[in-house]
Structure formats: structure tokens, C-alpha cells
């Protein structure tokens, strides 16, 4: 039962529709709950869940005791069994922690003690010569490694979606294009202005990523402020797929985890990020400066990936804060908790962080009871460990458009191309639907089927030409 | 097709790299032809057309849902000169060639895109109607190249929608009939840069400018002319485009000059970046067949290294004009038509290595003496303006081959008549292509 009673407002409104904000309100569509997902942007997951390396963290360099270890621990098994579930794309070839000077080398021994102290298991040091066997073309000069079994790789997008999906199928509403102007405690429920008319709710969670300090301040704190770090990240084409077997990743520093080299879920290459501080939190460019220092680590740590042809560059911002760890804060008299400061894990930890939320909630007053039924998600293959599509031949003798390829380089098909923009978050502008997809994002960056997908888009009445949003569907409407 | 064994012959990253197997791979039975083409354009349908001479069954699989490659998109005349002896539209040449493929009972097959090879050396193929394994005894690769887009080039900035090349700009102009926009700048001062003006101004998009890096463009000075002529585009010469500006949809570029070290902007709502090409080599990697460069290595009958495979067309010299292309796939039908009737195959032969500034040359391989390549000549592109000096052909200290050049222009093509190569030592080295500038 759906509490109606008295109140026409929701029990929780959840700010920010980031992987972190999904993640809670999938959480909350467990419960006879009436929640809404307030976000500011016209999709889900367009901040820095969008934009980052898409590794599935063990949390093995995680500080001890942090709350940030203690979550990403928690998400761990959580994650993997929601991705099986569901058919988000995760694959776990494990990590290899490259240590390239004297230095670096010592410190390993202490990085093994910190994953163990993390409850990160399967963490050995490897020798210079089984470095170079399992990681042939890795470059030259690497002095010895760490490996750790349960580092992973996942699709970045298909996760939020997978959460907001779910969310949207028992009963959360999803407000997109909808920023919080402001938050009056008006004596029982909070009313939240935003440009798509008002919204009653009991409790609010803050999940606002980048803008979690300006929501933080609005309810009158100031806990934290948001520094973003820009991440530029370089993704190779699939033809250097080959080159490398496992995430190569550097001896992490305090300030950020490094550059690494990584293999992505649709079968590229990634090599990346930066870690710059900036002032603006749009500041979502690549810069001349910040691709030439990642092509000459690239090539240090793998040669003959600069051979190859770069499918893409792209740039992200991390919501660090002053602080190194979380600042998930529950305020039990203003009914609100904060979720913020989630700088580089949420992804891997959002499964984590979710549960501990709703935790929070319970613990605060939030009455919570299962709802009678619940319905499970199951998202389209877009990776390459899964069946794709194109070489599914039942799939194809079911709906031939799936035998159609439209975007030749990701071999994104007619049929899941027209599954995504009829499906219940339907993408409404092309970056979307490439997201949802993947078309358009391979390697000839739609020389050949830009016009195809955006004529696709026109037959089907969505009308999302680059730059120029579709009317609002009803899944959209406040309320 | 025999099973053809895989030798460890890719050269690209100096080492043999083979592509994991794709899961779930689900196929019928083998449909066997004498030859596959893969790819629809004009070397592949010209090389159909030719090879139904020999009364060899063919079959193409074309990834579009038309045939014609990519003539189909672009609306300007200058079709067909070499190949078909008069001249055309690129639309009218597309259709004339799927035309004659009918004609000579070629079995074509669109929308239908070769994924991969079977374990046996066979082509899989999926379409509407399904995932079929193909069993020919030869197969002709005819994909055909692109252009390189921006992310490619690592131009850095935001990523707004309005960033296009050529290739996207044509079908969304001509053959989708969708919008474009108002102001372009365009990125390359080639052939196909002007084509993409073509393409702009008859669409009412103005064009603020055309950017090169070279210091001087590099198309027809009769074509340079007029378009300065009838549309008064600036040209601004050795200029980088180094930022993309704007955040729904692009506001302006930055471009600098390599001169002055000059920084500007100029405003705009499209950018379209042209030429540097890419041939679409992903199928013959994954074989793999031994690369010469960014093309699969071929002899002078269009071989590559593996036995009964065939490349031709823009594959293997990206980017020429179609007509050049759709002559190259008449010549690798002849090839494959004797390869059908005997089954012979030569040795590796020796290599043709071009050295900086000569970015590639085709055929990449010589293994006979007699066999003429297409227009009995050896094909060539050089990186920058070059002379005046000499380009030689050069084996094992001897000079087979030398020619004085007054100068030669980058992105255009360039040739040396093969009969140069006649002396060539077949059991000899390779032979060394190399530029000397006059002192």
C-alpha cells in the first residue's frame, strides 16, 4: 500500500539522479515508500558517474577505517550480484599495480598490509619476470608489482540506469530538468522549489555530486565544500583490446590514484585520468596540456597502444572536498542526510553507500516496510564479455532488427536502438541514446551512422536533434 | 575457401596480436560461392561485376542499406572517368554500378555486415535474416576507408554536438535530407575538403573559413579558384584548429598559427573536419593478414599475405578517387579469377618500405616481375610539401628507379610507373622508397 492518507507530498526526496542517487532510490523502491528522484540535468548519470574510468574499486588502497573502505567492502558483493542479475556489464580481470622505480617498489609491501587491514583478500606481490608474462607489451623499466584478484572493470552507464530503472518500475518518480532552487522546512514537510513547480517531502537526501555543498548549505550547514578534479581520460580503439590483459594501474599517491591503463567493458582501451583541481564545476574540456601528458605516460606504460588509433577523448570532474573521506552526515531532526564527497568509488561503492543511507534513515525515524512486491530489472547486453545483440541468432529470428547494424563500429543494432527510446527512461537527446547504446561512440565517431541515428530519432517522434531537448514524457511530470 | 593457416605476419605493432573470440557465436551451416566481397562500393562491385566474366559465383555483403559505398553522399560530377569512360554524379555512378552488379547476377546482399572470420577462414556474416557463415574460396576485402574524426586528432576542448566530418556531413545533407547548420568552418584543405564546401554552401550553411596545417592547400588550383571565386571562403594556411568550443552545440574554434604562434577564435555553429584517412582495415586485422603500415600489405595483383584473400579499393591506398578504386577491384578480379582456375599463390616476395616523408605506397609487396598493377602503376602519398629533389626506388644499395620532382603536394596522388620495378630482385631486399631534397 501506497501511503495516500492525508499528505499529497513524497516521504523522500532524493536530490541528484548521479549513480550514488539512483543507488538510494532503487534502494527505497524496496520499501511502501513514495520517493522522488529531484535531478537537474535531462538525464540520469550525466555528472561524474558519466565521465570516469569506469573501474570497479576493491577498495584495497582505501584508508583504513574510512567510511569510504567500509562502503566500498559493503558494495563488494553487493555489485556483483546486482550485475549478474541484471546484465550489467562487469568484468573482473584483476589489477596489476606497477611499481616503476625504487621508491614506488617499497611501498608495495605497505599497500599489500593496507588491502589486508581493508578486508581486501587475493592481493600478492609479483616479480619483475612474471610481470612481463602476464603483461607482455607492458613498457620497459617496471621493477615489480602488486596484484589484486578482485579489481574490475564495469559499464558506467548501464549501472545508474539499471538503479534509476528500477526505481521508475516500483513507483519512484524521476523529475528530470529539475534543479533545487531552494528548501523551506515548512513544519512537517520540506517544500523544494525547482524550475518544474514544487515538491513536498518529508526527508531529503542530499546525492547532488558536484553541487552536494550548495544543497548541504541550503538545508544550513557548511561541512565541506566541493574542489573538483578534472579527470582527462583517452579511450583507444578496440583493435588494442589485445595489447593488455589486466588494469595497469600506478602506486597511488595521496593526492589521486594515478594514470592507469585499463581494458573497458565494450572492448576498448582506456588510458587515464589527470588530476587536475579546477574552479569551475563545468569545466568538463580536454585540454592540449592534459592529452599530451597522458599519451606520454601511455606510453611508458604500454608502447604499442600509441600504434593505435584514439576512439575518443573526454574529460570528468570528481566531487572532492577538503576532506579525504565521505561526507555522508544523517541530521535526524531536519530529516535529512547528506551524501557527499564521493570523490572516485562511487560507482564501485554505490550499492554500498545506498544501504547505508537507508540505514541512516530507519535509524533517524524513516518507518520502512518491504513492499508486498517488487519487480527486477534486466538491461540490454551492451558488453563485449556479454551476447550481443548482433551475434544472437535466436534474438534475431525473434525481432531482425536486431540482425540490422546501424552503428557499424559498436555494432549497435536498429532493434536496440529503437528498444532504448522506447524503454521506461527513454533517452531524450542523442548523447542519451549513445549512452544507452553506445552508437555513434566507436571509432569512426559517426562518419557513418551519425545521420542514420539522428534520422532514427526523427521517425520515431522524439525529435532530440543535438542541442534541442523532446517535450518532457509523463515520467517526467512533478507529481 | 582451404583452411589458410595463420601465420604470425602482422607487422603494425612489430608482433602477432590475435583478437579473443567473440562469446555465444551462434551460426548455420556453411554457404558455400567461389568468391566473397565484402563491402558494396566501387571497388567491390566493380570486381563483382568483372569476376561474373569468369563465371564465378559471387556474392557481396554490402553494411548499408544501399549499395554504392560512398559515391552514394556525394552530389558533386567527376564519377566515372577512368573506369566507365564518361562522367557522372557520385549518386548516378553509385547506382550505375548496383546496376551493372545486377545485371551480372552478382548476388547482393545489404544491410548484411561481415563480423568476422569462422575458425576455417570463412566470413560471418549478420543480417535481418540472420547470422550466416560464408564458405568461399576467396574472399575480396573492398572496405573501403573513412575519414579521421576529431577525437582521433586530439583536439581538445568541450564536445558539443556540430562536429562532423565529410562522411557525416554528406549523409546528413543528401541523404537523410536533415539539418546541418548556419556557419562552418572546415577543418583541411584537400579534395574532399572542398567537396564538403560543395556539400555546405548548397545546403545554405555559410562557411567562415577553411583551415589547414600545411602552408598551402592542396586540391586543383582550378577548384581552389573557383570556390574562392563563387563562395569567398578565407583560407588561413598553417593553422591548427586547437580547441572546440561550446557546450550544447558548437560556439566557435580556436585556431592557432604555427607562424606568429597566434591564437584566435571564429565563431561558428558547425565544424567539419575533412580527409585524413583511415581505411577500415578492422577485418583484415583480425585475420590478421600482414599490414604495410595503416593498409593491409598487398603484391601487384592485389594478394594479401593470406592465401585467397584479396584486398582492394581505398583499403589499400586511402584515400584515392573512386574510379581509381573501382579499377583496383576489376584488376583483384582478375587476379582472383586465375587464383580460382590454378589455386597458385606466390612467395612473400619483398617489401616495398617507403621512409619518411613518404607516408605509403601501394603495392606494398612486389612477387613477380611480370604481373602489371592497376594502371601499371605504383602508388604513393607524401606527409608534407616536398621539393624540388628526387624520389628513388632503391634496392640493396642500386637504384632502381630515380625521378626529379619539382614538387609534390601532400594528401594528392602521386605514382611512379611500375616498370620501374621490372629490375627489381625478387630473392633481393627490400625496396627502400625514399625522398632526396636538392641541396
Not at chain 1, 559499464?155 to 528530470?176: Q, S, W
Not at chain 1, 589485445?242 to 590514484?257: E, F, H, N, Y
Not at chain 2, 584479396?310 to 578480379?333: P, S
Amino acid at each position: 500500500m501506497r501511503p495516500t492518507a492525508a499528505r499529497s507530498g513524497y516521504d523522500v526526496a532524493v536530490i541528484g539522479a548521479g549513480v550514488v542517487g539512483v543507488a538510494i532510490a532503487r534502494e527505497l523502491s524496496c520499501y511502501e515508500l513514495r520517493t522522488i528522484v529531484l535531478e537537474a540535468c535531462s538525464d540520469v548519470g550525466t555528472g561524474t558517474t558519466k565521465a570516469n574510468t569506469a573501474i570497479r574499486h576493491t577498495g584495497f588502497d582505501a584508508k583504513p577505517g574510512s567510511l569510504e573502505a567500509a562502503l566500498l567492502r559493503r558494495a563488494y558483493p553487493l555489485l556483483t550480484d546486482y550485475a549478474a542479475r541484471t546484465g550489467i556489464p562487469l568484468e573482473t580481470p584483476g589489477a596489476l599495480l606497477v611499481a616503476w622505480n625504487a621508491e614506488q617498489l617499497a611501498r608495495l609491501d605497505a599497500l599489500a598490509t593496507q588491502a589486508t587491514e581493508n578486508g581486501v583478500g587475493d592481493v600478492h606481490p609479483v616479480a619483475v619476470d612474471e610481470l612481463y608474462a602476464r603483461e607482455p607489451r607492458l613498457g620497459p623499466g617496471a621493477l615489480g608489482g602488486l596484484a589484486i584478484a578482485g579489481e574490475g572493470i564495469m559499464c558506467p552507464f548501464t549501472t545508474p540506469l539499471a538503479f534509476a530503472t528500477e526505481a521508475l518500475t516500483n513507483g519512484v518518480r524521476i523529475a528530470l530538468d529539475a534543479p533545487v532552487r531552494s528548501i523551506q522546512d515548512s513544519g512537517g514537510d520540506y517544500a523544494i522549489s525547482t524550475p518544474r513547480g514544487p515538491v513536498q517531502a518529508r526527508w531529503v537526501v542530499n546525492a547532488a555530486g558536484l553541487y552536494s555543498d550548495f544543497i548541504d548549505r541550503l538545508m544550513g550547514h557548511d561541512r565541506f565544500t566541493v574542489r573538483p578534479r578534472r579527470g582527462q581520460l583517452i579511450v583507444f580503439d578496440k583493435l588494442a583490446r589485445p595489447l593488455v590483459s589486466s588494469i595497469l594501474l600506478p602506486v597511488p599517491t595521496a593526492v589521486s590514484k594515478g594514470v592507469l591503463v585499463a581494458p573497458t567493458v565494450f572492448g576498448n582501451v582506456l588510458l587515464g585520468p589527470t588530476a587536475e583541481e579546477v574552479d569551475d564545476r563545468s569545466a568538463t574540456e580536454t585540454t592540449a596540456d592534459g592529452l599530451a601528458d597522458l599519451m606520454a605516460k601511455g606510453r611508458s606504460i604500454l608502447p604499442a597502444l600509441l600504434d593505435e588509433e584514439v576512439t575518443a577523448t573526454y574529460a570528468g570532474l570528481r566531487a572532492a572536498t577538503e576532506h579525504a573521506d565521505y561526507q555522508i552526515h544523517c541530521d535526524t531532526a531536519q530529516r535529512y542526510v547528506c551524501v557527499g564527497g564521493i570523490r572516485s568509488t562511487g560507482l564501485s561503492a554505490s550499492m554500498g553507500i545506498a544501504a547505508y543511507v537507508v540505514e541512516l534513515l530507519a535509524d533517524a525515524g524513516l518507518r520502512l516496510r518491504r513492499a508486498a512486491s517488487h519487480h527486477g530489472v534486466h538491461m540490454p547486453p551492451v558488453g563485449e564479455s556479454q551476447l550481443r545483440r548482433f551475434r544472437d541468432t535466436q534474438a534475431i529470428a525473434t525481432n531482425p532488427a536486431y540482425g540490422e547494424i546501424v552503428c557499424h563500429c559498436e555494432r549497435v543494432t536498429r532493434g536496440e536502438l529503437v528498444g532504448a527510446l522506447e524503454a521506461p527512461l527513454a533517452p531524450r537527446t542523442i548523447d542519451g541514446l549513445r549512452r544507452r547504446t553506445r552508437a555513434g561512440l566507436g571509432r569512426c565517431q559517426g562518419f557513418y551512422c551519425s545521420a542514420a541515428i539522428m534520422s532514427l530519432l526523427d521517425e520515431r517522434g522524439a525529435r532530440a536533434v543535438d542541442g534541442t531537448r523532446a517535450a518532457p514524457t509523463e515520467l517526467d511530470v512533478v507529481r | 575457401m582451404e583452411p589458410v593457416p595463420r601465420r604470425p605476419s602482422w607487422t603494425w605493432s612489430g608482433d602477432l596480436v590475435t583478437m579473443r573470440p567473440a562469446p555465444g557465436l551462434a551460426v548455420g551451416p556453411d554457404r558455400p560461392v567461389d568468391v566473397l566481397i565484402v563491402g558494396g562500393g566501387p571497388a567491390g562491385l566493380a570486381a563483382a561485376v568483372e569476376l561474373r566474366r569468369h563465371l564465378a559465383t559471387v556474392a557481396v555483403v554490402e553494411r548499408e542499406r544501399s549499395l554504392g559505398g560512398i559515391p552514394r553522399h556525394t552530389r558533386h560530377s567527376g564519377y566515372g572517368l577512368r573506369d566507365l569512360h564518361r562522367v557522372m554524379s557520385g549518386p548516378e555512378y553509385a547506382e550505375r554500378y548496383a546496376t551493372l552488379a545486377e545485371r551480372a547476377s552478382v548476388q547482393l546482399h545489404v544491410s548484411t555486415t561481415a563480423t568476422d572470420w569462422s575458425p576455417d577462414g570463412g566470413i560471418v556474416t549478420t543480417s535481418p535474416s540472420g547470422i550466416v557463415r560464408w564458405a568461399p574460396r576467396a574472399v575480396l576485402l573492398a572496405t573501403g576507408c573513412r575519414e579521421r574524426p576529431r577525437a582521433a586528432r586530439l583536439v581538445p576542448g568541450d564536445r558539443p554536438s556540430g562536429v562532423l566530418t565529410t562522411g557525416s556531413l554528406q549523409q546528413f545533407a543528401d541523404l537523410f535530407h536533415l539539418p546541418v547548420g548556419a556557419r562552418a568552418v572546415v577543418v583541411g584543405a584537400e579534395h574532399v575538403s572542398f567537396s564538403a564546401i560543395h556539400t555546405l554552401t548548397a545546403h545554405g550553411v555559410a562557411v567562415a573559413a577553411v583551415v589547414t596545417d600545411q602552408p598551402r592547400t592542396q586540391t586543383y588550383a582550378v577548384l581552389r579558384t573557383l570556390t574562392a571565386a563563387r563562395h569567398r571562403v578565407p583560407v588561413y594556411t598553417s593553422t591548427d584548429v586547437v580547441a572546440v568550443h561550446g557546450t550544447e552545440r558548437v560556439s566557435a574554434v580556436e585556431l592557432a598559427d604555427r607562424r606568429s604562434g597566434a591564437h584566435w577564435s571564429i565563431a561558428c555553429d558547425t565544424v567539419v573536419f575533412t580527409g585524413g584517412w583511415v581505411p577500415d582495415y578492422e577485418l583484415a586485422r583480425r585475420r590478421p593478414v600482414a599490414m604495410a603500415g595503416p593498409h593491409p600489405s598487398v603484391d601487384q595483383w592485389l594478394r594479401t599475405s593470406s592465401p585467397g584473400v584479396f584486398a582492394a579499393g581505398n583499403l589499400v591506398h586511402a584515400a584515392e578517387t573512386a574510379d581509381v578504386a573501382a579499377l583496383g577491384g576489376r584488376q583483384a578480379a582478375r587476379s582472383i579469377a586465375r587464383y580460382l582456375a590454378d589455386g597458385s599463390w606466390p612467395g612473400p616476395g619483398i617489401d616495398i618500405v617507403p621512409s619518411d616523408p613518404i607516408l605509403w605506397a601501394q603495392p606494398s609487396r612486389l612477387t613477380s616481375n611480370s604481373e602489371r598493377p592497376t594502371r601499371g602503376r605504383l602508388l604513393m602519398r607524401v606527409g608534407r610539401f616536398l621539393g624540388p629533389g628526387t624520389l628513388e626506388l632503391m634496392q640493396a644499395g642500386h637504384v632502381l628507379h630515380a625521378a626529379y620532382h619539382w614538387r609534390l603536394v601532400p594528401n594528392r596522388s602521386i605514382s611512379v610507373a611500375s616498370a620501374s620495378l621490372a629490375a627489381a630482385d625478387l630473392g633481393g631486399g627490400p625496396v627502400a622508397l625514399v625522398w632526396h631534397a636538392r641541396r
